[in-house]
């Protein structure tokens, strides 16, 4: 096969000198409200068109591939006094995976254990390419069951304007849960 970045031949989607010298990810840090932050490990720019793949077949090779280099080495090195779950936002099932389930799975380590299907949004509207406006006009409606009383990280693929994880942070409070912050691959303002 050939690396989707460079085109040279690859047994990977992406060859191993693309992942050492494209996707070394770094840790950025953006407060969303006034003490809770998004931390992200890739400025959108850099890889917007890997993002873009959850859209098709084999996006599922590329958000394994951004969850080992980032999500992974996250968890082996963050330590916790307690377990903490890890939700992705609206896990749903589309173009045969969940980007964001991907994503989760890679934070499962010592502290910290991923939970599926716990918040899922009751209005499916897509807010690629969306301002602020037309988020805050068509919440996503999210509902939590399963969980309460636990202490959670988000994660999610994308920090455009915040609204997203805000409103899920905002349904898992609702059942008593504590959002200690939220992860993402990639951050727009970056």
């Known amino acids: 096969m050939k690396c989707i970045l460079c085109e040279n031949l ?3 989607i992406i060859c191993k000198k693309c992942q050492k010298t494209l996707l070394h990810p770094s840790f950025h840090k953006r407060e969303i409200e006034k ?3 998004n931390y992200s490990f890739y400025a959108l720019s850099d890889i917007e068109e890997l993002i873009s793949s959850k859209y098709y077949f084999h996006g599922d090779k ?5 969850a080992k280099l980032s999500f992974y080495k996250f968890a ?5 006094f307690q377990n903490i779950l890890a939700i992705p936002i609206d896990d749903h099932v589309r173009h045969e995976f969940s980007h964001t389930a991907i994503l989760a ?3 499962n380590s010592q502290n910290i254990k991923p939970k599926y299907n716990c918040l899922k949004a009751q209005n499916i509207v897509k807010y690629a390419g969306k301002d602020l406006e037309f988020r805050q006009k068509n ?4 509902k939590c069951t399963k969980i309460s009383n636990q202490t959670t990280i988000l994660c999610d693929d994308l920090i455009t304007t915040g609204a997203t994880i805000k409103e899920a942070k905002k349904a898992l409070e609702k059942r008593n849960n504590q959002v200690l912050f ?3 691959l ?3 303002k970056l």
Do not use: C, I, K, M
């Open 62 to 66: 590329v958000f394994n591939l951004l």
């Open 139 to 142: 919440p996503r409606r999210f």
């Open 105 to 107: 799975r890679y934070l």
């Open 10 to 12: 690859s047994f990977q």
């Open 76 to 80: 082996q090195n963050f330590t916790y």
């Open 182 to 184: 939220s992860l993402t």
């Open 35 to 37: 003490d809770f932050y």
């Open 186 to 188: 990639a951050d727009a």
